[in-house]
């Protein structure tokens, strides 16, 4: 796997540093080469001058071992430690860059990356590695130029491709172009796109060719409207085909043609229908005029012949045949197949008055008929024309041909309906034009709605190529060129946001909160409406809290540790244990401060042991020598043998206990006596549950005669209800304590020195709540704000002293303690009654119970509580003592932190 800039960079730093140690630990070989104090400072300028300042540095040191006061040695060593630190300064500055620029480097981010590495050079002008970097960047950016003009070749190539629908072509430009961007999602669509074309093409080929086959087909019949018909579906398919546009044109006339030849032809068939072989052979003659390459009038002519020949074989027969026919059709009013017959038989017999005069009459027949329809010709040719004019040509060629069918042989209704078909074609032309263009836009449309830009701007091509004269599909070409460079911009946008949210992750990840908001916040100018960013924001803000109120709570944490470590080392173990306790309070889960605590209580433990195994020795030295004073030596040996319990390692009970065993020893005699009274003594006491004086009795007895188990018993019994009562005076002794403790940590310190005294009271001889006591006294003191009295006076009796002082400020009254230290002169015990207040008059009080002893005491009152003392501003103080006379040398006035 490969190294990362920075993980190179940290590998660097690493060499660099073994080089400087290497360089560090050369340093006495390099001085040993001065042999004078000259020699030194000649060689320690030269490589000051190099730069080399560790060298000169080492050669500098060397000058002052010949001279250690040199002036000039100190300050060129002071001048080359400020470089050096100056040189330590820019690496970090210059590590700190490059980082970022690696990182910028590594997420592609050139252009960002490429300044920083320029501003690293500003640091360090001749870095290699910086340069490195910035020539890769710069070969990079050249590549991917490069790189870019031949995808811009192929993608502009294969829409030029597309838009003249060589589809082939296209696709191979497409994949030329992701073959340098495969992922490029604008080429992936225009390839499918081509695909989708290039199949609907050759569809419309498919479909083109046959039309044009068909049409081909019906050519060589000479069947031109049929053709012409097939040539235009074609057209419709690729309006642009220039073979099929010139056959259209080709055929175009030749269709008309054609129909007016159709329509000749059909009245020659009506002539011939009718029998009137004459007129029949005058249309045919007309048509073959018009169409000589149609042997059908030619074929018609010919019958025509053959049947007159038939009819002239036997004449007479055959007139007179066609004459009865004829009577007998106009008879029935048929008056066309009447004529038809009359024809034939004029044509078998030309000149016959009879066929003629019947001709003639039926004749006169269509000519009333004429007439009766002559007068709504006019009308219907000119309503014929205003609905030509009005282009209205279905109705206008029904019109004419109503006109046709009274004037058959007049040219003009004939005429406008060869120009109604005309119109038609040039309609259906520009019909098939305007579905063409309106098919193309609605296609352009959609590929635009779909956001496929290119290929709705070959299509919108297509269409203006369609119509010039429309400025629709220009119009949304403009727009989309529009919409295309907007999107290059967002695009642009999008990926300089996206490299700021990767550089913003990175810092992240790498826990740089500064940088990673810096970041965080550079994406937000970019896009200021993104939610992430001001999330990701919110998120460092709330890390960078975290970790300040962390800070806040590690510093009051390691102040309060530090605070017990030195409490502890000065053996004030009850506030170290305070401390311990404030900084447990505050990290609750950290183990070190619990167990400093353990520590310091195991020590109280350890000392209180020790004090009370002292105390139980000195008490049971002093009873033992009583005892032997008194020659009590039974009770003297059992005080003795508790002093040997509690301090095994003293010597003097045990000597003791020899000269009382030698005494004892002399007055055996008087054992079983003094057994026998012990015994008494003893159970006496127990039968009235006075269970210590019977242990002691019973320690005599036992001591007496050590064999004797009923005093071994009583002890043991004795033992277990003293116990008992112990357990229980400890459970209320340490009851006490955590209360008072607790009411300590909330500084109600007056309540908390009650807690203190009841648990002396039920333990005389713990010392912790009497050290307790002492440090809140100490705290008082030490937290004065005034001294009512400072100077030792007396009060006496049933007399009342008022002392003036100035008003506490109104911002520590609710924290004020009063600190009394007073005596009873005569160690009997009273009331001091106290009294506070203003110029408006008395505000409040409080009372103090001077205990039976002569000895100074302190009193701690708490006055912060009285709404009276924190709401006026009080400015006096007087002292009543009754029955008994005060000696007071302090009243203080403290606050608490």
């Known amino acids: 796997m490969t190294d990362t800039p920075t993980i190179k960079y940290k590998q660097l730093l690493l060499k660099t540093l073994l080089g400087f140690l290497l360089v560090v630990m050369a340093l006495p070989m390099m001085a040993q080469q001065a042999k004078t104090y000259d020699e030194a400072i000649i060689l320690a300028d030269k490589q000051f001058e190099k730069q080399y300042y560790l060298d000169a540095k080492a050669y500098y040191q060397m000058a002052l071992r010949f001279k250690p006061k040199d002036e000039y040695a100190t300050a060129q060593i002071g001048v080359i430690v400020q470089k050096m630190r100056e040189n330590i300064a820019l690496e970090e500055a210059y590590y ?230 004829a009577d007998s059709l106009l008879e029935l009013q048929a008056y066309t197949q009447a004529k038809g017959e009359y024809n034939l038989a004029l044509t078998l017999k030309p000149g016959s008055s009879y066929p003629e005069e019947k001709i003639r009459e039926i004749e006169a027949h269509f000519a009333a008929e004429r007439m009766a329809q002559e007068s709504e010709y006019q009308d219907i040719v000119t309503f014929g024309d205003s609905l030509f004019q009005a282009r209205d040509y279905d109705l206008a060629s029904s019109t004419y041909q109503q006109a046709l069918a009274i004037r058959p042989d007049d040219a003009y209704p004939a005429e406008q309906l060869v120009k109604i078909d005309e119109q038609l074609a040039i309609l259906a032309a520009a019909l098939k034009k305007d579905k063409q263009y309106n098919a193309l836009i609605t296609e352009a449309d959609q590929l635009m709605s779909s956001k496929q830009y290119e290929s709705a701007i070959i299509k919108y091509n297509e269409a203006q190529t369609l119509k010039p004269e429309e400025t629709y599909a220009a119009a949304q070409i403009v727009a989309i060129q529009e919409m295309i460079a907007n999107a290059e911009k967002q695009a642009a946008i999008d990926k300089a946001y996206d490299q700021q949210l990767l550089l913003a992750q990175r810092f992240l990840q790498d826990d740089k909160l500064d940088q990673s908001k810096s970041a965080y916040e550079e994406a937000l100018t970019i896009k200021p409406f993104e939610v992430e960013p001001k999330n990701q924001i919110a998120y460092i803000d709330s890390l960078q809290l975290d970790r300040i109120q962390k800070a806040e709570i590690d510093r009051k944490y390691v102040a309060f540790v530090k605070k017990g470590d030195s409490l502890q080392q000065l053996e004030i173990y009850a506030e170290a244990i305070v401390a311990f306790e404030a900084a447990s309070e505050i990290k609750p889960n950290e183990a070190e401060a619990k167990q400093k605590i353990a520590g310091v209580k195991a020590i109280q433990d350890q000392i209180a042991a020790a004090e009370a195994a002292q105390k139980a020795y000195d008490k049971a030295i002093r009873e033992g020598d009583q005892y032997f004073t008194d020659k009590s030596y039974e009770l003297a040996k059992t005080s003795y043998q508790d002093a040997k319990r509690a301090k095994p390692e003293e010597s003097y009970p045990v000597e003791r206990i020899a000269a009382i065993d030698v005494l004892l020893e002399q007055l055996a005699a008087e054992r079983q006596q003094r057994y026998t009274e012990a015994i008494a003594k003893a159970d006496a006491f127990f039968d009235v549950n006075k269970h210590q004086e019977a242990l002691l009795e019973y320690k005599i007895a036992l001591s007496i005669k050590p064999k004797e188990s009923h005093p071994q018993q009583r002890i043991e019994a004795c033992n277990v209800v003293l116990a008992e009562k112990m357990r229980k005076i400890k459970g209320e002794y340490d009851l006490a304590v955590i209360e008072a403790d607790k009411l300590y940590a909330a500084k109600v310190f007056d309540k908390a020195i009650k807690g203190y005294q009841k648990a002396e009271t039920i333990k005389p001889d713990e010392t912790y709540p009497s050290e307790m006591i002492g440090t809140i006294t100490r705290y008082i003191e030490e937290n004065a704000i005034t001294d009512i009295i400072d100077t030792a006076l007396i009060i006496n009796s049933g007399v009342t002293e008022r002392f003036d002082f100035d008003p506490i400020p109104i911002k520590v009254r609710k924290s004020n303690y009063v600190l009394v230290q007073a005596r009873s002169t005569d160690g009997s015990p009273f009331k001091i009654i106290f009294t506070y207040g203003s110029e408006k008059g008395k505000n409040g009080g409080f009372v103090v119970q001077v205990p039976e002893e002569e000895d100074f005491n302190d009193f701690i009152i708490r006055v912060g509580n009285q709404y009276k003392w924190f709401s006026e501003d009080n400015n006096w103080i007087s002292i009543y003592p009754e029955n008994g006379n005060i000696e007071i040398k302090l009243v203080r006035i403290s606050k608490i932190q």
């Open 96 to 325: 700190e860059i490059i980082d970022l620029a690696d990182v910028l480097y590594e997420e592609k981010a050139f252009d960002k990356a490429l300044e920083q590495y320029k501003k690293a050079l500003e640091v360090l002008p001749d870095d290699e590695y910086a340069r490195k970097q910035m020539d890769s960047i710069l070969k990079s950016k050249a590549e991917d130029q490069e790189k870019n003009e031949a995808f811009s070749r192929a993608l502009e190539g294969g829409k030029r491709f597309m838009v003249t629908q060589q589809y082939d072509q296209a696709i191979a430009s497409f994949e030329m172009a992701l073959t340098l961007y495969p992922s490029h999602q604008i080429v992936t669509d225009l390839m499918e796109q081509s695909r989708l074309l290039q199949v609907e093409y050759n569809s419309k080929k498919k479909a083109f060719d046959e039309q044009v086959e068909q049409a081909e087909r019906y050519v060589l019949v000479k069947d031109y409207s049929g053709a012409l018909s097939h040539y235009e579906k074609a057209s419709d398919l690729f309006p642009d085909d220039i073979y099929v546009n010139d056959k259209i044109a080709e055929y175009t006339p030749l269709a008309v043609k054609q129909k007016t030849y159709q329509i000749k032809l059909g009245a020659a068939d009506e002539l011939y229908m009718e029998k009137d072989f004459n007129g029949a052979r005058e249309k045919y003659q007309e048509a073959s005029a018009l169409w000589p390459e149609d042997p059908y009038p030619s074929d018609m002519i010919s019958r025509i012949e053959e049947q007159l020949a038939l009819q002239r074989q036997d004449l007479d027969k055959n007139y007179q045949r066609s004459l009865t026919a």
